[in-house]
């Protein structure tokens, strides 16, 4: 593990079809949380995604969205997960942040529009979210 002096300025960048992927996938699953994974790339504090993937054997309820990590594929590409609140809030839980996964946590929160998407790291810092 190296550690750079620099500190990058952290940020996501999502494209534009990706994030109307998501946002139709959390309605569809609405009222229920859904869940899935983010791929892409990350160099210099700048995680770019690209696309998603339907994780396997995930379990999801209102209030619950989860799956066993140890299914997962070693994948460099896999940057962190999206998931939503249909509750509305887009914090994350304690719950979410235990079961943090790659390097950001995407919550969309209902009614699942432009303005109800936000990034976090894994402390629970907001990470500054850019439509691409
Ligand atoms: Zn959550």
């Known amino acids: 593990m ?4 620099k500190k990058f300025e952290r940020k996501v ?10 946002l139709s996938y959390c309605q569809m699953k609405h009222p229920n949380e859904g869940i899935l994974i983010l791929k892409g790339k990350s160099k210099d504090g ?5 696309g998603l993937v ?3 054997f995930s379990e999801t309820g209102p ?18 997960i999206v998931h939503s609140h249909p509750s509305g809030s887009a914090e994350p839980s304690v719950t979410d942040l235990h ?16 303005d ?3 990034a976090w790291d894994s402390s629970g810092n907001s990470i500054p979210l850019l439509i691409i």
């Open 2 to 5: 190296i550690f750079k002096k």
């Open 63 to 80: 209030t619950f969205a989860g799956f066993p990590h140890s299914f997962l594929p070693f994948d460099m590409s896999y940057l962190g």
């Open 13 to 22: 960048l999502l494209k534009k079809d990706v994030l109307d992927s998501i």
């Open 46 to 50: 700048e995680i770019k995604i690209d």
């Open 54 to 56: 339907i994780p396997p």
């Open 116 to 118: 109800s998407i936000f």
């Open 99 to 114: 079961n943090f996964f790659g390097l950001v946590s995407i919550i969309v929160k209902s009614p699942y529009d432009d």
